[in-house]
């Protein structure tokens, strides 16, 4: 019982630990307060876990392993999932990319964006003959579309022909990006034009099915996600899955 204290007390602090750091270097979001959710509550768990030995307390303090063991059983279940999904250039064949949008800082890509940037130059580069639509509308706090960033970055950053980019600037979500993308590919190359979609890692599978809910069966090509908020990320696509999943939106 005492190592399993020590595992609670580390494994909690460690995730708070990341929350605060994490909320000084990254937008806030539901991603960045998860870490602190779960942790802080195992923080606690394994602090008092020698005082719950007995009574009501013994049985809250089985209750909250047993739902730590279940989450952890979730979250294997997720890796899973978004780690098979995603694929390398190599096992990818298209015609046409969509590049998923993502937040600007003003006019600027962040470095999550620009890892999709990248990954989509990469494979241009490769494939000459292929296109690519840059898909995303403006949110709050940009100054200029997502679609217009991202084709301003691959022409002076990456050097691909501006001929050989669509920008798509009205999707102000998943399902728009590829719904609109799809329909400027078609216009383009036909309805026969084999379609993939760049994404970071840990987005594909959700984006593939609903890639799928929009009509278009396409492979993702995943980008790296920024190291330092990985946690963070799978927590919150992890969240996303199921609320996806039980909206019946894949």
Known sequence: MKLLR??????GAFLVLDTVIVSMLSNFNLGVILPAMIGAPLLLLGAFMHHMDTGFLAVVKWVLLGCYALGAVFLLVMGILMGTAAKRADEVDADALIVLGAAVHGDKVTWVLSNRLDTA???LDAHP???????????????????SAMQKYLIERKGIAASRILVEDRA???????????????ERLGEDAKIAFVTTDFHVFRAQRVAKKAGIDAEGLAAPDVWYIRINNFLRESVGITVYGL????
């Open 172 to 186: 102000e979500n998943t399902r728009e990006n590829f719904a609109f993308s799809k329909a400027m590919i078609e």
């Open 6 to 11: 020590i595992i609670c007390i580390v494994v």
């Open 121 to 123: 130059a990469d494979y």
């Open 129 to 147: 003959d292929a296109i690519c639509v840059v898909s995303g509308g403006k949110g709050d706090g940009e100054s200029v579309t997502e679609a």
């Open 247 to 250: 909206r019946g939106d894949i």
